[in-house]
C-alpha cells in the first residue's frame, strides 16, 4: 500500500511540474522576438540593389542595410506606410510611416516621423552601408508604430540627401529604391 501511495505521490507531482512547464513555456512564446525579416530592395527598373535585415532588438528594430549600383554620396532613407515597391517612381509606397502625425526630421521642432533614418552613405565604388536602431517602430503585429501591419511597409531610398527637417520628406527628391516589408 505504502509503494501505491509513492506512485500516486511522484505521479502527481509530475503532472503539477508538467504543467507548470506548459504554463512557462506559453509565457514564453508570447513574449518571445519575432524572427529577424530579410527585405529585398529594388531600382528604378525593377533590379535588385541590395537586401536589409529587420531584427527586434532591447531599444527598438535594428536595420542592417547593404545597396550597390547608387549614386555616390549621402542618400536619405525612410520606412514608407504601405509594402507596395512599383517602380520606377515608387510612389506606390505612400508617405512616411508617421502615425503620431509628427513633422518630418530628427532637427524639425515639431518632428518626427516614426519612418524617418538616418542618411544612407554611398561610397565612390556606388556600395552602402547602414546600420541603425529605430527606436520608433516594432516588429510586433498589431501596434500603431509595427513595420507589419495590414498593408505592410517598405523601406525606401531617395536620390537626395535628407536635409533632416523639411517636412514631408527632407528635400531627399525622388524614390530611387524600395523594398517591402512582408
Same mark, same amino acid.
Request: some cysteine; proline content about 7%; hydrophobic content about 35%.
Given at each position: 500500500?505504502?509503494?501505491?501511495? /509513492?506512485?500516486?505521490?511522484? &505521479?502527481?507531482?509530475?503532472?503539477?511540474?508538467?504543467?507548470?512547464?506548459?504554463?512557462?513555456?506559453?509565457?514564453?512564446? *508570447?513574449?518571445?522576438?519575432?524572427? =529577424?525579416?530579410?527585405?529585398?530592395?529594388?531600382?528604378?527598373?525593377?533590379?535588385? +540593389? $541590395?537586401?536589409?535585415?529587420?531584427?527586434?532588438?532591447?531599444?527598438?528594430?535594428?536595420?542592417?542595410?547593404?545597396?550597390?549600383?547608387?549614386?555616390?554620396?549621402?542618400?536619405?532613407?525612410? +520606412?514608407? *506606410?504601405?509594402?507596395?515597391?512599383?517602380? =520606377?517612381?515608387?510612389?506606390?509606397?505612400?508617405?512616411?510611416? /508617421?502615425?503620431?502625425? #509628427?513633422?518630418?526630421?530628427?532637427? /524639425? =521642432?515639431?518632428?518626427?516621423?516614426?519612418?524617418?533614418?538616418?542618411?544612407?552613405?554611398?561610397?565612390?565604388?556606388?556600395? $552602402?552601408?547602414?546600420?541603425?536602431?529605430?527606436? &520608433?517602430?516594432?516588429?510586433?503585429?498589431?501596434?500603431?508604430?509595427?513595420?507589419?501591419?495590414?498593408?505592410?511597409?517598405?523601406?525606401?531610398?531617395?536620390?537626395?540627401?535628407?536635409?533632416? #527637417?523639411?517636412?514631408?520628406?527632407?528635400?531627399?527628391?525622388?524614390? +530611387?529604391?524600395?523594398?517591402?516589408?512582408?
Amino acid at each position: 500500500m505504502k509503494s501505491l501511495k /509513492n506512485v500516486v505521490t511522484v &505521479s502527481l507531482g509530475l503532472l503539477v511540474l508538467t504543467g507548470c512547464q506548459s504554463v512557462k513555456s506559453s509565457a514564453t512564446a *508570447e513574449t518571445a522576438s519575432p524572427p =529577424p525579416l530579410q527585405v529585398t530592395l529594388i531600382g528604378t527598373s525593377g533590379q535588385p +540593389i $541590395g537586401t536589409a535585415q529587420l531584427a527586434t532588438v532591447q531599444e527598438g528594430v535594428q536595420i542592417d542595410l547593404q545597396v550597390s549600383g547608387l549614386t555616390p554620396g549621402a542618400h536619405g532613407f525612410h +520606412i514608407h *506606410e504601405k509594402s507596395a515597391c512599383d517602380a =520606377p517612381t515608387f510612389d506606390s509606397a505612400g508617405a512616411h510611416l /508617421n502615425p503620431t502625425h #509628427k513633422e518630418h526630421g530628427f532637427l /524639425n =521642432p515639431k518632428g518626427f516621423h516614426s519612418g524617418d533614418l538616418p542618411n544612407l552613405i554611398v561610397d565612390e565604388q556606388g556600395n $552602402g552601408r547602414l546600420s541603425t536602431v529605430s527606436k &520608433s517602430v516594432v516588429l510586433l503585429p498589431d501596434k500603431p508604430n509595427s513595420l507589419i501591419k495590414p498593408g505592410g511597409t517598405s523601406l525606401v531610398i531617395h536620390e537626395k540627401a535628407d536635409d533632416l #527637417k523639411t517636412d514631408p520628406s527632407g528635400n531627399s527628391g525622388k524614390r +530611387i529604391a524600395c523594398g517591402s516589408v512582408k
